[in-house]
């Protein structure tokens, strides 16, 4: 079946690839179902079927000017001979470029990333260095560079907190609030050390302000939830460097634990202390609380329930308290 997708149109094979990811995380009638796990997919290039529809005449033989670099998209230079002749600083000018194509997709960017791999560590170290704040960064740009940079780092390196660092907190970090449901699925299998894993959290949570709710929430649920879940790690949900709930939930959650039940804090966590990290839960996180610790039986710990939820907008984590505390069916009992 993978090799049946590698001739199908991109569109198509996206799709068919959505389903078939669907099937593997699905367990017959009567069985537990796994663990879930992440995946990598590879964005297979075909050069002589993506170049077919892309005018090269425009481009030459030569690279253009620097005035007039941001002339050609992705694609022309892609298919071109130019591309392996550009320099860090040419690369550095095109990921600046508002392409004249938006559409670019990663077929392309893998394909030119590969013919100006020689210059493109350069390259990132220098635009992440740039004032990008008001850029919103394509999701295909990281597809690719995960492709041909990341699931290429070796096992050495994945566990090298210096190393990591360096890349995630540096050179990817224009493209971290754009990261796609591919993207974060194939990093969360990559061996991290839990040191690698939580400076990997601590780059994206940096990040986690240009991310629309959407994709945070896509953060924590194909990524953060995915590694910390998997039964192979040397340290089980990273919890043996931790002093606390407050630091488990810190250091390998970041400002996405926010997004995780109560339900999957205590399964990943049996010993998590609930009203210890009472100061980092959501409203909602808070509510489930309320209902499964007898809170409301307790004056000392509702009055610290209450003072969680006057901390910032007092009238929206109210309502948002009350909101999951009345759709909750203990709450009817």
Request: glycine residues 6%.
């Amino acid at each position: 079946m993978e090799n049946a997708l590698a001739v199908l149109p991109s569109g198509i094979g996206v799709e068919l690839k959505s389903s078939i990811g669907e099937l593997r995380q699905s367990a017959p009638e009567g069985c537990t179902p796994p663990r879930p796990v992440g995946v990598c997919e590879e964005t297979v290039v075909d050069e002589v079927r993506l170049c077919e529809s892309v005018n090269r005449d425009g481009l030459g033989s030569q690279v253009p000017s620097s005035d007039r670099l941001c002339d050609f998209g992705i694609s022309e230079y892609a298919c071109s001979s130019v591309a392996s002749s550009l320099s860090s600083g040419d690369l550095v000018t095109l990921l600046t470029c508002k392409q004249p194509n938006s559409t670019t997709g990663a077929e392309a960017w893998k394909l030119f990333f590969q013919k100006v791999a020689g210059v493109l560590e350069v390259a990132l170290s220098a635009y992440s260095s740039t004032n990008l704040s008001d850029r919103q960064p394509e999701p295909h740009v990281l597809d690719a560079i995960g492709e041909v940079k990341v699931n290429n780092f070796s096992a050495t390196q994945l566990t090298d907190v210096s190393f990591v660092a360096h890349w995630f907190q540096g050179r990817l970090r224009p493209f971290l609030p754009a990261a796609s449901k591919d993207f974060l699925s194939c990093l969360s299998s990559k061996n991290f050390s839990c040191d690698t894993y939580q400076v990997v959290v601590q780059a994206l949570s940096r990040q986690a302000s240009l991310m629309e709710v959407g994709q945070q929430r896509l953060v924590f649920a194909d990524f953060v939830l995915l590694f910390l879940s998997r039964d192979d790690l040397a340290d089980p949900a990273c919890l043996a460097k931790t002093t606390s709930s407050a630091d488990w939930l810190e250091k390998n959650f970041g400002n996405f634990s926010v997004y995780a039940t109560l339900e999957q804090l205590q399964t990943l966590n049996a010993n998590f202390s609930s009203f210890e990290s009472l100061t980092l839960l959501s409203p909602s996180q808070v509510a489930e609380l309320t209902l499964s610790s007898g809170a409301l039986n307790s004056t000392n710990q509702i009055d610290a329930v209450f003072d969680r939820l006057e901390d910032g907008d007092a009238f929206k984590n109210v309502e948002e308290f009350l909101t999951t505390l009345t759709a909750k069916p203990e709450a009817s009992q």
